[in-house]
């Protein structure tokens, strides 16, 4: 199968500082691929590449096997979609007016909304379920509920490609779980999904694929167990990263182990 968004050899430097040196990375249309790293290690950097935002210093991106400089800018929104960590949108816009942004790509800033944008919207909106909160400005909203606002108008983008920088962050467990289920729904649909995700233990029940971002380059990707237990992953993050089988099923629970023994764990 042909990738959707591919990295080759993907080289980006932010303030005179090399933070990317050379990343090859592949996604598929319905894959779930959640990117994981310790800090600083360019996770942003690179979702921030892969969606054009940022120009290489080396290398390229593809979309749909075409380098991303010579997809129109509303060609390229068209597809791919970006929910930051942070939304840097003003307070005083109200969290329907902002999910209905993610439409622009598809119709322009002056053309009036069609009822296609408005079915989009109000989707985007059932489905972070934050419908309720639909004319109550952004500034009145907590974290979460930003961060679910944000979600919302990347969905009303209706892309090919959804791109997450952490995008459980703010969220209390029960809209956690509800944001992966949406995130399987946008998959089902053959969208493909890549996630920053700082929880390893959330990563891995999530995502179909792991790849370890490491010193500005992808030190190890397939499936979860392989990476997290993989010996880059023990460089990586400092410690060792043992996966315990629960009742013998795949369900695991996620010890970390430094010097003097185990310091943690989490299913």
Known sequence: MTAILEAR?????????????????ALQPGEGLALVGPNAAGKSTLVRALAGLLPPARGEVLLEGRPLA??????????????????????????????????????????????????AVARALRQTEIEHLARRSLGTLSAGERQLALLARGLAQEPSVLLLDEPATHLDVRHQLHLFRVLDEVRARGVAVLAVIHDLPQAAAWAERLALLAEGR???????????????????????IRGVSVDGGPDRLWRFEERGGAVGGAP
């Open 70 to 119: 010579s997809w129109t800018r509303s060609g390229l929104a068209q597809r791919v979609a970006l929910v930051a960590a942070e939304d840097e949108a003003p307070d005083r816009i109200a969290v329907e007016d902002r999910v209905a942004l993610g439409r622009y790509p598809h119709r322009g800033a002056l053309a009036p909304f069609t009822s296609e944008d408005r079915g």
């Open 9 to 25: 050899g993907l080289v980006v430097d932010r303030s005179r500082r090399r933070v990317l040196r050379g990343v090859d990375l």
């Open 218 to 240: 992808i030190a190890a990707d397939g499936l979860p167990a392989e990476v997290l237990e993989s010996e880059a992953a023990e460089r990586a993050f400092g410690v060792a």
